[in-house]
C-alpha cells in the first residue's frame, strides 16, 4: 500500500506539465507520476507539427484561432473552452520555454509555421520533432524536483472507487470518488495499491485500435478504458481523427510513420501516382484543408482509383530549407528509396488522434469526485467534431495548468480513504496460451479498421459490434482467470475503446466532421455523444 498527496497516471505533456507546476508551487506534496513503459515514449514524443498559439499580433489574432478552431471542429466545439485555450495558450507556451523548450527562430523572431484548417502562420516548432523537444525540456526539469516521483513501468490496472469496496456503483450515480489506483509494477509483477488524495489522469491516445496508426504502442486507451469501467462519464468517441498523410509503407510499419502536415504548409501539395492534383474537387483550401476533408478526399480518390496510396510532391521547394526544416522526414524518406525533393513521397491516412474521451468540464474536473483529466484522453470541448492541427499540445497545457491551480488549493481538504482492499489475484494463473492475446488484438484491428475507418454504415457499424461483443465475452473469460500482464491489460482495454467508438458512431445518425457514415450523409444538429 503506497500513500502519496497526487497521482499523476501519465508522464506526457499533460501529466508533467500538471507534475511541475505543482511541485513547484506545493514542495511540501508528494507527487507520483506513474508511466506504463518508460517516461520517454508518449505520443507526446512523437509530435512534429509542434504547438498552435496566436504569436504575431500584427498578423494574427486570437479572433482567428477561435474562428479556425470552430470550423475544423464543426459545430460540435465549446465556445467557451474554445476561448479559454486560445487566449491562455501564448502563456502556457512562455513558460515552457522558460522551462528549456527551444522553438526554432529567424533571426530573434520564432519561425511560425502553418498547417491545415488554419488561416495565419501560428505553429511552433522545433524542426520537426517538436514533442521530443518539448519531453526532453520537461524531464530535465523534473530531475531538479525533488517532490516528483516518476516512475516507470508501473501499468495502472484500474481507478479506485466505492465499487472496490464493494459497494454497487452505476452509471446513474453522481457521488463516484476515486481513491488512487490499483498498478502492476512490471518490475516484481506485483500489483500495488497507490492511495491518493487526488487523482490526474493524462494516459494519453488509443491510436493502436485500429490497423494502421501513427500513435506509439503505448496509445492503447487505458485511461479513457479505466474510467469507463469506474462509470465515469465519457462522451464523443466516434470522432477519431485519420491523419491524412502518414508514409506508406508496403512492409507495414507500427507506428506507422507521420509526414507532418507542416510539409503541405511549407509547400508541398497532395497529388495521385499520376501527378495529378485532386484536392481542389474537395475543398477550396485544397492541401491545406482541415485534417477530415483531406483525409476523406484521400481516402475516395484511393478507393476511386484503386491505389493502394496517394502522394506528396515536394519537388519544387527549396532543398536546404527543406532539410533544415524537416530532418527527420527526410532521412526517413531516404532510408527507404524516396528522395523527397525528386519522387513523389507516397502516403496514406492512419488514425492518429481521439477527439472524444472522458468529459471533463472548463478546470479539467471528470464526473468523478477527486479525479482530474487532461490531454488527449479528455473531451475538453476544445476539438468538437474534429481537431485543428497543433492544438492538442496546447490543450493539454492549458487544462494542466487549470487543474493545477484548482489542486493546490483543495488537497489540503482531502483525506486518503481508509479501508481500501488490495487487489485480488487469487484463482488466476499464468496464460498458457499468448498466442490467444496476440490473435485477439489483430482481429480487434481488423475489425476497427474495416468496419469503423474513415467511411462507415449501419451495416458495418452493426457488424464490428457483433464482433466486438465476441472478443469482449472471450476476453473477459481470459481475464478472470489469468494472471495479469500488459497484453492482456492494453487487449481489453481496446476492446473497450472499440466498443465506445462503434456504439458512438451508431448513435450519431448524421455525417460531422470526421465521423461520416453513407446512411445518413447530412449533418442534421445531433449534440454530443453521451456515454451512460
Ligand atoms: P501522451 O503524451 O501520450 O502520454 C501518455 C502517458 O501516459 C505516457 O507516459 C504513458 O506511459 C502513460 N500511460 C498510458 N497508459 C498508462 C497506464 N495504464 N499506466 C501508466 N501509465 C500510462 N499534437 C500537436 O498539438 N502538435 C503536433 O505537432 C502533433 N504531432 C503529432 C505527431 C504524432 C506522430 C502523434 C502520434 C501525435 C501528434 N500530436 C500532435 C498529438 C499530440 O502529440 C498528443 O495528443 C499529445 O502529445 C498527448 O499528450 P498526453 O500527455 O495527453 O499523452
Ligand atoms: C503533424 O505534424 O502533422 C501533426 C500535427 C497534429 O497532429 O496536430
Known sequence: MVKTDILVVGAGIAGLTFALKTAHRRPDLKITVLTKTNRE???????????????????????????????????????????????????????????????????????????????????????????????????EKAK????????????????????????????????IECYGAYVLDLATNHIDTILAK??????????????????????????????????????NMEFVQFHPTSLFNPAGENPAFLVSEAVRGFGAILKSKENEEFMHLYDERKSLAPRDIVARAIDNEMKKRGDEHM??????????????????????????????????????????????????????????????????????????ANRLASNSLLE?????????????????????????PQWNAES?????????????MKELKEIMSNYVGIVRSNV???????????????????YATTTLSPQLMELRNLITIGYLITTSAQMRRESRGLHYTTD?????????TVLR
Open 41 to 139: 515514449e508518449s505520443n507526446t514524443r512523437y509530435a512534429q507539427g509542434g504547438v498552435a498559439a496566436v504569436w504575431d499580433f500584427e498578423t494574427d489574432s486570437y479572433k482567428k484561432h477561435i474562428e479556425d478552431t470552430l470550423d475544423a471542429g464543426d459545430g460540435l466545439c465549446d465556445e467557451d473552452i474554445v476561448e479559454i485555450v486560445v487566449k491562455e495558450g501564448p502563456e502556457r507556451v512562455k513558460e515552457i520555454i522558460e522551462w528549456g523548450t527551444r522553438f526554432d527562430k529567424h533571426g530573434a523572431e520564432y519561425d511560425l509555421g502553418k498547417e491545415g484548417g488554419h488561416s495565419e502562420n501560428r505553429i511552433l516548432h522545433y524542426k520537426d520533432y517538436t514533442g521530443w523537444e518539448i519531453l526532453r525540456a520537461m524531464l
Open 144 to 175: 531538479t524536483m525533488p517532490n516528483i516521483e516518476i516512475h516507470d513501468h508501473f501499468f495502472a490496472v484500474d481507478l479506485i472507487s466505492q465499487h472496490h469496496l464493494g459497494h454497487v456503483v452505476t452509471r446513474l450515480n453522481t457521488n
Open 198 to 235: 487526488i487523482t490526474v489522469v493524462a494516459t494519453g491516445g488509443a491510436g493502436q485500435v485500429y490497423r494502421s496508426t501513427t500513435n506509439p504502442v503505448i496509445a492503447t486507451g487505458d485511461g479513457i478504458a479505466m474510467a469507463y469501467r469506474m462509470k465515469g462519464r465519457l462522451e
Open 311 to 384: 502522394c506528396l510532391d515536394c519537388s519544387h521547394l527549396d532543398k536546404e530549407k527543406f532539410i533544415a526544416h524537416f530532418p527527420t522526414i527526410y532521412e526517413k524518406c531516404m532510408s527507404l528509396g524516396i528522395d523527397p525533393m525528386k519522387d513523389l513521397i507516397p502516403v496514406v491516412p492512419a488514425a492518429h488522434y481521439v477527439c472524444g474521451g472522458i468529459k471533463t468540464d472548463e478546470i479539467g474536473r471528470t464526473s468523478v469526485k477527486n479525479m482530474y483529466a487532461c490531454g488527449e484522453c479528455t473531451s475538453s470541448g476544445l476539438h468538437g
Open 396 to 420: 493539454a497545457m492549458v487544462f494542466a495548468h487549470r487543474i493545477f491551480e484548482e489542486v493546490v488549493e483543495r488537497v489540503d481538504n482531502i483525506e486518503i480513504k481508509a479501508g481500501i
Open 428 to 440: 488466476t494463473s499464468d496464460p498458457k496460451e499468448m498466442v490467444l492475446i496476440t490473435q485477439s
Open 460 to 478: 458495418r457499424l452493426k457488424r464490428a459490434a457483433d464482433r466486438l461483443l465476441l472478443l469482449y465475452n472471450e476476453t473477459e473469460r481470459l
Open 520 to 528: 445518413y450523409p447530412e449533418k442534421l444538429g445531433f449534440a454530443e
